[in-house]
C-alpha cells in the first residue's frame, strides 16, 4: 500500500464521516463526526512528518499526536459502534468498518517505522 492509498482511504473516511452527520443531524453526532474529520486530517499530515522526522525527539513528539488522534478516533469509533448495535444502520456499520480498516493501517505503517527507527540506533 502507497502512501497515496492511504491518503485516498483517509479521504474517504472523512467523506464518510460527512455523509453520517448527514444521515442523523443530530448535534451530538455533528460533533463527534467533524471530530472525526479533524483527526483524521491530523493523522495524515503528521503521518508524513513522522517519516520526514529530522530527530529523535521530533519523531516522539509526532508519534505521541499521532497516537492521541488515533485514541480519539478509535473511541469515537467504538461509540458509534456500541450505539448502532440496537438499530443496526447499514451505512454507520460500514463506516465503522472502514475506521476501523483505516486505523489498522496506519498503527501497522507506525510499528513498521518505529521498528525500522528502532534497528538504525542499534
Do not use: W
Request: glycine letters at 4%.
Amino acid at each position: 500500500m502507497t502512501l497515496k492509498d492511504i491518503h485516498e482511504l483517509n479521504e474517504k473516511f472523512q467523506k464518510g464521516a460527512v455523509q453520517l452527520s448527514e444521515l442523523i443531524p443530530t448535534g451530538a453526532l455533528v460533533q463527534s463526526t467533524s471530530l472525526l474529520i479533524r483527526s483524521s486530517r491530523k493523522i495524515d499530515e503528521q503521518f508524513i512528518k513522522l517519516l520526514k522526522a529530522p530527530s529523535a525527539i521530533i519523531f516522539n513528539q509526532i508519534l505521541d499526536q499521532l497516537e492521541e488522534e488515533s485514541d480519539e478516533i478509535l473511541f469515537i469509533l467504538d461509540q458509534l459502534e456500541l450505539a448502532n448495535r440496537k438499530n443496526k444502520i447499514s451505512l454507520i456499520d460500514e463506516f465503522v468498518k472502514e475506521g476501523y480498516n483505516l486505523m489498522s493501517i496506519y498503527s501497522k505503517c507506525f510499528d513498521a517505522i518505529i521498528g525500522k527507527s528502532i534497528k538504525e540506533e542499534e
